[in-house]
Nanobody
Framework: QVQLVESGGGLVQAGDSLRLSCAAS????????MGWFRQAPGKERGFVAA????????DYADSVKGRFTISRGNMKNTVSLQMNSLKPEDTAVYYC???????????????WGQGTQVTVSS
């Protein structure tokens, strides 16, 4: 049973920073790609960022490039998303994701956490 627990969401103002974290329940996920998706009200869930099993490769949605940074923890079964220069359009529920294959993960063919709300006020 996959268990992913996100934390770090909250209410911030435009231009602020926020850091999301996700912990996977088992060390097996140290060999999985991990990532983040988000879903705004009335919109489909969309890809935000992904990081490879080793942590050596990352990918980002165009809308967050240069502002968001994804990283893995030392134990490899954790992943964080540092979000800087936040904009109101970043408001969404953010979901942690894992899959053995990073390309599958980016397509949304992966396991999800329960999500954490990020709200950016203007």
């Amino acid at each position: 049973q996959v268990q992913l627990v996100e934390s770090g969401g909250g209410l911030v103002q435009a231009g602020d920073s926020l850091r999301l974290s996700c912990a996977a329940s088992a060390r097996i996920f140290s060999i999985y790609a991990m990532g983040w998706f988000r879903q705004a009200p009335g919109k489909e869930r969309g890809f935000v960022a992904a990081i490879s099993r080793s942590g050596g490769s990352t990918d980002y949605a165009d809308s967050v490039k240069g502002r968001f940074t994804i990283s893995r923890g030392n134990m490899k079964n954790t992943v964080s998303l540092q979000m800087n220069s936040l904009k109101p359009e970043d408001t969404a529920v953010y979901y942690c994701a894992v899959d053995p294959n990073i390309e599958r993960l980016k397509l949304g063919l992966c396991s999800w956490g329960q999500g954490t709300q990020v709200t950016v006020s203007s």
